[in-house]
């Protein structure tokens, strides 16, 4: 069953710690992208990689790392420095040579 | 820099036509999409069109852009209660990354 899965649904941090959202597809798509939402918004990109091992900063970038060492995952993390981390952040994929852009369910990030 | 406008809400009955607009203000727009999405979930790629087409149909769907003005819109006949969702804008310059640019969403409300 091909797809893009994003693990947990739902997570839940105290402020100060850095957290980790998990992006898989088993699509063979090259690029892959980091999205956020805020409430009554669009979404705004964090980081992108268009081939294992590079990766380049979005739009809002800061308090966010990322890492491509596999084809298929390219995790997320929200770290400390993130002012307002609360959201729900989204993953995507495209394949090589295409502008057809497909994204994962999501994950909802609540910070305390 | 890049802007996508939507309007906010639409309502319409069972059955009727809705059509969602959206203005875009780079001209040098290469794909233009449309995405809906339900509560809670991530983003369904319903249609886009590259820059060069007036017009694409997809049976229930049709999107009109016109370069000119820098407009597209939806066209979705015969609505249904299931196409009550938010409805996302979205486009895409020829840029290498692939990125999109979102709009704030239309939110389709389908009364019985």
């Known amino acids: 069953d091909g797809g893009i899965t994003q693990s947990p649904k739902y997570l839940f941090r105290k402020e100060g710690q850095n957290v980790t959202l998990s992006c898989e597809q088993n699509l063979n798509h090259d690029a892959m992208y980091w999205y956020r939402q805020d409430p009554g918004q669009g979404l705004r990109l964090i980081y992108y990689s268009q081939i294992v091992n590079d990766f380049q900063k979005g739009d809002i970038a800061e308090g966010y790392s990322v890492s491509r060492e596999k084809k298929e995952s390219f995790p997320l993390t929200v770290t400390s420095a993130q002012k307002n981390p609360t959201a729900f952040y989204l993953c995507?994929?495209?394949?090589?040579?295409?502008?057809?852009?497909?994204f994962g369910p999501g994950t909802r990030l609540t910070v305390t | 820099g890049e802007d996508v406008e939507q309007s906010l809400f639409l309502s319409v009955r069972e059955g009727d036509s809705s059509v969602i607009n959206c203005t875009y203000t780079?001209?040098?727009?290469?794909?233009l999409y449309w995405y809906k999405q339900e509560p809670g979930a991530g983003l369904q790629l319903l249609t886009y069109?590259?820059?060069?087409?007036d017009m694409k149909q997809d049976q229930r769907l049709t999107v009109l852009l016109n370069k000119k003005d820098k407009h597209l819109s939806l066209r979705i006949a015969d609505t249904q209660t299931g196409d009550s969702a938010i409805y996302f804008c979205a486009e895409t310059t020829d840029t290498g990354r692939r990125a999109l640019t979102f709009g704030s969403g239309t939110r389709l409300q389908v009364q019985p």
């Open positions: 780079d001209s040098s727009s290469t794909y």
């Open positions: 069109i590259f820059s060069n087409m």
């Open positions: 995507a994929s495209t394949p090589r040579d295409s502008y057809e852009q497909y």
